[in-house]
């Protein structure tokens, strides 16, 4: 079956560090470029950061410096190492596969909260 | 950067009605436009992509207009599932945009 499956969201102190996880099944990850989506519950959904093929990279500004996304081709997972974590980062993290056009795919989504 | 705005925030309308949400964008863009609807609990599903191409499976009843700043979501006669939240997307220079949403309810 075609599906994402993301991990690794948690409660976390502000300042605290998280790595969440998004494992692709079923389907030719290397040929993708995958991305990191966030959502704040009951609110809008805002980008977060993306990765190509090659392993080139893109960031929200509100994420730059203090996120990191990574691909392990070999197992079909993308990752994102967030640092520096603040009350705001507080959303529920998609990982969405993208090609020409949109996000054909999307994870279930794993919750991040920042909180002391 | 580029801001995307929809409109409305929120749409009342019944069984059979002809819906149409737009998404402005603050300067011309080019037709990197995607829409996705989203029910509570779910992600994102992609509806239309490339302004006008409807992503496989979508129903007919859904297309997607525009060109310069202005965009648009029609639905030419909604269905019970349509009740939901759309987002209009825009892709520029390796970053992507969203619109705020627009909730379809019911009347």
């Known amino acids: 079956e075609l599906q994402l499956v993301e991990s690794g969201g948690d409660l976390v102190q502000p300042g605290g560090s998280l790595r969440l996880s998004c494992a692709a099944s079923?389907?030719?990850?290397?040929?993708?470029?995958m991305h990191w989506v966030r959502q704040v519950p009951g609110k809008g959904l805002m980008w977060v950061s993306h990765?190509?093929?090659?392993?080139?990279?893109t960031y929200a500004d509100s994420v730059k410096g203090r996120f990191t996304i990574s691909r392990d081709n070999a197992k079909s997972t993308v990752y994102l190492q967030m640092n520096s974590l603040r009350v705001e980062d507080t959303a529920k993290y998609y990982c969405?596969?993208?090609?020409?056009?949109?996000?054909?795919?999307w994870g279930q989504g794993t919750m991040v909260t920042v909180s002391s | 950067d580029i801001q995307m705005t929809q409109s409305p925030s929120t749409l009342s309308a019944s069984v059979g009605d002809r819906v149409t949400i737009t998404c402005r964008a603050s300067?011309?863009?080019?037709?990197?436009l995607a829409w996705y609807q989203q029910k509570p609990g779910k992600a994102p599903k992609l509806l239309i992509y490339?302004?006008?191409f409807l992503e496989s499976g979508v129903p007919s009843r859904f297309s997607g207009s525009g060109s310069g700043t202005e965009f648009a979501l029609t639905i030419s006669s909604l269905q019970p599932d349509d009740f939901s939240t759309y987002f209009c997307?825009?892709?520029?220079?390796?970053?992507?945009?969203f619109g705020q949403g627009t909730k379809v309810e019911i009347k």
């Open positions: 969405a596969r993208g090609r020409v056009g949109g996000f054909d795919m």
């Open positions: 079923s389907f030719a990850f290397t040929g993708y470029w």
């Open positions: 990765v190509n093929t090659e392993g080139g990279t």
């Open positions: 300067q011309s863009i080019n037709s990197w």
């Open positions: 490339n302004t006008s």
């Open positions: 997307q825009h892709w520029y220079g390796y970053t992507w945009t």
